[in-house]
């Protein structure tokens, strides 16, 4: 069954730092690239990240360029997302998503379930 | 950058057919055809229904289209089922290696 699996979650200060993984089965990971996409509460979905399937070209949205690094491990089938200087603002469900074939980021066919990322002193 | 412009809802009754526009500009919907469509239940992951303006993936049935013309996009639901009711987002590319979603459009199957 093809599934992605995200984690690490949580209640974090402003300021702080969280890193979410986001575990890969039952496709053939290191072929696709990945991205993390998120949802504040009660809103609409907003693209955080991209990187493609080598791991070698990155992107981010210009709300948190400079502050959160996408990575991702081929040989543990897993992506992450390291978030720092974190804001109220980044209060949301983080879900990972597979890029179709041949795209990078601009169509997800396969997401996780998200992972809630609360940011609050 | 702005997101795509959807109405915040749109409603038909069973049987019907929808549609839902997503309005954006040159830059983004008007300049590629990397248009997809996402239909996503409360406290639900988002699920691909339609991507490149008009193409579907495989198990989506065909009761789903979309289409483009200049900055608008539009999502077509024909033969309305109570299943169909969840609230639906459309996303295109908006060069310099960006994506941007619309608000979202919950649809309601009366």
């Known amino acids: 069954e093809v599934q992605l699996l995200e984690s690490g979650g949580g209640l974090v200060q402003p300021g702080g730092s969280l890193r979410l993984s986001c575990a890969a089965s039952g496709f053939t990971f290191s072929s696709h690239a990945m991205n993390w996409v998120r949802q504040a509460p009660g809103k609409g979905l907003e693209w955080v990240s991209a990187?493609?399937?080598?791991?070698?070209?990155?992107y981010y949205a210009d709300s948190v360029a400079g502050r959160f690094t996408i990575s991702r491990d081929n040989s543990k089938n897993t992506l992450y997302l390291l978030m720092s200087s974190l804001r109220a603002e980044d209060t949301a469900v983080y879900f990972c998503?597979?890029?179709?074939?041949?795209?990078?980021?601009?169509?997800?066919?396969?997401w996780g379930q998200g992972t809630m990322v609360t940011v609050s002193s | 950058q702005s997101a795509l412009t959807q109405p915040p809802s749109a409603s038909g009754s069973p049987g019907q057919s929808v549609t839902i526009s997503c309005t954006g500009t040159?830059?983004?919907?008007?300049?590629?055809?990397?248009v997809s469509w996402y239909q996503q239940y409360p406290g639900k992951a988002p699920k691909l229904m339609i991507y490149?303006?008009?193409k579907r993936p495989s198990g989506v049935p065909d009761r789903f289209s979309g289409s483009k013309s200049g900055n608008t996009a539009s999502l077509t639901v024909s033969g309305l089922q109570a299943e169909d009711e969840a609230d639906y987002y459309c996303?295109?590319?908006?060069?310099?290696?960006?994506?941007?979603f619309g608000g979202g459009t919950k649809l309601t199957v009366l």
């Open positions: 490149e303006v008009n």
């Open positions: 040159s830059s983004d919907v008007g300049g590629y055809n990397f």
């Open positions: 998503a597979k890029g179709i074939v041949g795209a990078t980021l601009h169509a997800f066919d396969i």
């Open positions: 996303s295109s590319y908006a060069g310099s290696n960006n994506l941007v």
């Open positions: 990187i493609s399937a080598t791991g070698n070209i990155k």
